[in-house]
């Protein structure tokens, strides 16, 4: 009898009008904005994870400009109120059932879903990776986890000189940026620390280029030239052996060659990949993102889907500045779609922002669009290293992302940007 009355429970199905998997940025920032429409009882939000991270934070951390606990909040008081928390993850999507199965066996049926569980870190991917991490401290470190990134700034302010070298792996990852980022605040920490005349700073990365847009990789040149860092592009590290402290990087150009780098400091920039549970999912690509209309969000095959952020296959830069730039966007298709009117939305452009911090006290505000063009907001060459664009990504964008974002307030800098362009056009 107790077997079959706790076999119904798992089993209960519930139903919403609306279903956000996943409570991070993008899902809050989008639920945040429904909580304003919708009852309780019509919205329901998935996510097992009781923390809510400012994951843009942990590379000022690795640098010790913030503490890693600074950048963490209960998620209890991210969720809005008017909103039921499922705290749980879900396991299986079935769209033509209009159904959530989670890991506990419940089943969670909708009318609407929004996906948003994000992209997750798969240091597994380089052999012996989660070794060095877990047991050579000293030596190697990334900023890319909540358990590695507390160790980061003890680390590189404790290193006496030698061979460091700096990684971006070869898959997608969120923040393309913060695997040099971190790397030039480390430079500049090793200046000030009167230790950069006995190391040698390397970057090596999976791309064959700095970075994705023109005009900013020409500004990142300029900065790498000026302070001596080797750049080696096409390099994608494979394995990491903290017995020799030898890192084995596969030339992506000539597949199968590998070179051996010797390093006395290995940041990782961690591969990702996206949850299986999407990627074996309909709603997937062929690479397991989930398959959106960029312009819209709406999913190409289940209208009643849309996604947003990190775990879509939006061509744009994985970041929060994205997440800014379009959750409006999606929120206007949908509520468009649940009244059954066709009230005009902006197409979304692509917006996505990098504050490359250059080193303490500066930093170029990378933003552009879809196509890889400057979208700068400031009435200002933004591809200079500003004090300006420090204070505004140390200072101000922390706050702007626990106060607006996710509380569904912020929709992105276009409005300031027109402002800020028609004021110069007078
Ligand atoms: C080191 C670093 C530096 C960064 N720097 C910047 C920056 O300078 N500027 C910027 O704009 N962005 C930056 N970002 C990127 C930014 O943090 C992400 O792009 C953003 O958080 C993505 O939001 P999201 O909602 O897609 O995913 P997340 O915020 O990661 O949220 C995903 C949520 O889904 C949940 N979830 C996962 N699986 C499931 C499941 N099965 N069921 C239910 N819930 C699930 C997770 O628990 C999580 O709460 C940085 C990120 C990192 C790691």
Avoid at 317 to 327: L, M, Q, V
Avoid at 335 to 356: E, Q, R
Wanted: hydrophobic share 40%; glycine share 8%; proline share 5%.
């Amino acid at each position: 009898m107790y077997h079959i009355i706790i076999r119904r429970l798992s089993t209960q199905q519930h139903h919403y009008k609306l279903v956000v998997i996943g409570a991070g940025c993008g899902g809050l920032a989008c639920a945040s904005k429904f909580a304003k429409k919708l009852s309780k009882n019509e919205i329901a939000i998935i996510d097992k994870n009781d923390t809510h991270i400012y994951q843009p934070g942990w590379t000022l951390a690795g640098a010790g400009l913030k503490t890693p606990d600074e950048l963490e909040k209960s998620q209890s008081q991210c969720i809005p109120t008017n909103t039921t928390w499922i705290q749980s993850n879900a396991s299986q999507i079935q769209p033509e059932k209009n159904l959530v199965e989670l890991d506990d066996g419940k089943q969670i049926t909708y009318d609407y879903l929004i996906v948003a569980a994000g992209i997750q870190t798969r240091y597994d991917k380089i052999k012996g990776a989660i070794d060095a991490l877990d047991n050579d401290p000293k030596h190697v470190v990334s900023i890319y986890s909540r358990k590695y990134v507390r160790n980061v700034y003890n680390t590189l302010n404790n290193f006496r000189g030698g061979e460091a070298i700096f990684t971006f792996p070869g898959t997608p990852i969120k923040c393309p940026g913060a695997p040099q980022k971190i790397m030039y605040l480390a430079e500049d920490l090793f200046r000030r620390n009167n230790i950069r005349d006995k190391t040698t700073v390397i970057y090596n990365t999976a791309l064959p280029v700095i970075f994705g847009v023109k005009k900013y990789a020409a500004a990142l040149m300029e900065v790498v030239k000026a302070r001596n860092i080797q750049l080696n592009t096409r390099l994608n590290l494979v394995e990491v052996r903290a017995n020799s402290k030898e890192a084995i990087f596969e030339n992506l150009d000539q597949p199968g060659t590998m070179k051996t780098f010797k390093y006395d400091l290995l940041h990782i920039g961690a591969p990702m990949a996206p949850y299986e549970f999407l990627a074996k999912s309909p709603l997937a690509d062929a690479n397991g993102f989930v398959d959106v209309v960029k312009e819209t969000l709406q999913h190409k095959k289940f209208p009643n889907i849309f996604a947003i952020g990190d775990c879509t296959n939006l061509p744009t830069s994985k970041t929060a500045a994205a997440i800014a730039g379009s959750n409006s966007i999606l929120v206007r298709n949908l509520i468009n779609l649940m009244d059954g009117k066709s009230d005009s939305v902006p197409k979304y452009d692509g917006y996505t922002s990098c504050p490359l911090v250059t080193g303490f006290g500066k930093c170029i505000l990378a933003e552009f669009d879809f196509n890889g063009q400057p979208l700068e907001t400031l009435p200002i060459d933004q591809g200079k290293e500003l004090r300006l664009s420090y204070i505004l990504k140390k200072d101000v964008m922390p706050s702007m992302y626990w106060n607006m974002l996710i509380k569904g307030t912020w929709n992105g800098p276009g409005t300031l940007r027109k402002m800020f362009h028609l004021g110069m056009t007078k």
